[in-house]
């Protein structure tokens, strides 16, 4: 494993360390659990912007990947792997910027919650599944880091759950997303069985020698069950409802969800697929 997979696993995973270090032992650092916080997700930031630089190093584009064998069955293999180019590069500092500005808001912002030491765990669960959507290298690894947002926003929004309207708000804005996320399922399992491959890579190449020339209503068919996946999560009519109701959770978590992370991970998901969506961008 060469330093730069090294630093892209640090970026990935220092927010999921801050959330396992404050859910077990939060109770015991108290009002201190931010200085965790801050400084993981601190580090997650000055990551973001060394690969942030490297666009202006390669000015030909950024292509930093890693693949991992998942598992293995016959001759059937599941990859996880990681792909930085410019679009990812970008998103990378743009969610680790905001996260940390909401980190550091949410010092005062939070400081007579009773919860405090869970709200910041719950903030770096969401940068976690939020980074995992920016750096995944196939559409099954993104899916599963889609999920994870989602259930970090339900944790999010339904906070104060000791308020009706915040527990409503934080159920509709799951159920709305589950929605979105069933078609964008059976999308990516129709794109798999068509090619063979989660692989974002693979799929674009598939398309490019046609691999869907069979049946191109399938194509377009698996196109607009995965961009259901995008219309959820980026609150677009018709699923757009949960988006106010969102309101409900602390305001610096309706930042972060109104910002470019949560509602931008639907543009995000449709800017890596594109040359699948629309094959004519390959000519």
């Known amino acids: 494993m060469d330093s730069l997979t090294s630093l892209i696993l640090c970026f990935l995973f220092f927010p999921l360390i801050s959330f396992f270090i404050l859910i077990l032992f939060g109770k015991k650092i108290g009002h201190s659990s931010h200085w965790v916080s801050l400084v993981l997700i601190g580090l997650t930031l000055i990551i973001s912007m060394m690969f942030f630089s490297k666009i202006f190093i390669h000015p030909e584009g950024l292509a930093e990947k890693a693949s991992f064998l998942w598992f293995?069955?016959?001759?059937?293999?599941?990859?996880?792997?990681?792909?930085?180019?410019n679009t990812a590069a970008i998103m990378m500092l743009v969610v680790a910027l905001i996260s940390f500005l909401v980190h550091l808001y949410s010092i005062a912002y939070m400081k007579e919650d009773i919860r405090y030491s869970r709200y910041?765990?719950?903030?770096?669960?969401?940068?976690?599944?939020?980074?995992g959507i920016v750096i995944a290298d196939s559409l099954l690894m993104m899916y599963v880091f889609w999920e994870l947002v989602g259930l970090s926003s339900y944790l999010l929004i339904g906070f104060w759950f000791e308020k009706v309207s915040a527990a409503n708000a934080c159920k509709k804005a799951f159920l709305m997303n589950r929605v979105g996320d069933i078609g964008m399922f059976i999308g990516i399992m129709i794109f798999f069985f068509s090619v063979g491959t989660f692989q974002i890579e693979g799929l674009i190449n598939g398309v490019s020698t046609g691999a869907f020339a069979l049946n191109g209503n399938l194509l377009t068919a698996a196109g607009i069950l995965v961009f259901m996946g995008a219309v959820g999560k980026s609150a677009q009519f018709p699923l757009h409802v949960w988006l106010p109701d969102a309101m409900e959770g602390p305001t610096p978590v309706s930042a972060l969800i109104h910002a470019a992370t949560m509602v931008a991970a639907g543009v995000y998901m449709v800017v890596r697929i594109f040359p699948i969506l629309t094959p004519e961008a390959l000519t």
Not at 72 to 85: A, E, P, Q, R
Not at 120 to 131: C, D, I, K, R, V
């Open 120 to 131: 910041f765990a719950f903030l770096g669960l969401f940068t976690f599944s939020m980074n």
């Open 72 to 85: 293995s069955t016959g001759h059937f293999n599941v990859n996880l792997g990681i792909y930085i180019d």
